[in-house]
């Protein structure tokens, strides 16, 4: 039998939380659950184990990235065959997890959710924000060889040779845990799909990422993208 863990990264998600729980055990109620608390200061936590999931509380905040590992490094260590990334705030519809799984069966070793793939409803992002994406998808494209149109999107199933290896590998910056993750997968020689999904209103709660942080964010990522496809190229002029 198959078994799948549902990682849930969360920064004081109370609010949001219980609603996202629930929906889970409605759609999705075979897979397991596991909610890691990334230092809140809320009660995160505590709502995420009286809704019956287990609650890994991180000391310090580490990111969305850094939290995303440690749930991997969970479902590596307790077995398990698969796992999906999911959103606390409500705003991945957890109908889009079986739709992810069934790319698995199909063959992929990564399924993302694409919130622009065809067949999705339309789906509004600030101008810049909207270009700095394309420019993003337009880079991985070079570097891969193949066509993604949502290089940033968290809503992510994993199959075990992929978790095997984001358990070590997954990048703990901002945006880096979407766009470098993707290419440590590519570069490894496993296959990732993209399947359409629905992006739906945060719940409750804020944001963690505002405009200028996201500017410079975007920015890092772009430099830390091209300095390690100079540094692969480099390897790969070296050897014999």
Known sequence: M???????????EEESLPATLKELR?????????????????????VARRA????????????????????????QLNGYDRAVVIDADGQHDPAG??????????????????????????YRVGRTRRQAMRLLALIVRVLTGQGYSDVTSGFRAFDRPVIELLAREYPVEYLADTVEALLIVRYAGLRVDEVPITMRPRAAGVPSTRSFKLVINYLRLLIGILGSASRRARLRKDEP
Do not use: C, K, W
Request: charged share 20%.
């Open 2 to 12: 198959t078994r799948t863990l549902i990682v849930i990264p969360a920064l004081n």
């Open 26 to 46: 409605e759609v999705v109620d075979e897979h397991d659950v596991v909610v890691i608390d990334d230092g809140s200061t809320d009660a995160t936590a505590e």
């Open 52 to 75: 019956g999931a287990v609650s890994a509380q991180l000391p310090f905040t580490l990111g969305v990235g850094g939290a995303v590992r440690v749930g991997l490094h969970y479902a």
């Open 97 to 122: 997890v079986t739709a992810l799984l069934e790319a698995l069966d199909r063959g992929a070793d990564m399924a993302v959710g694409s919130r622009f793939a065809t067949g999705t409803a339309f």
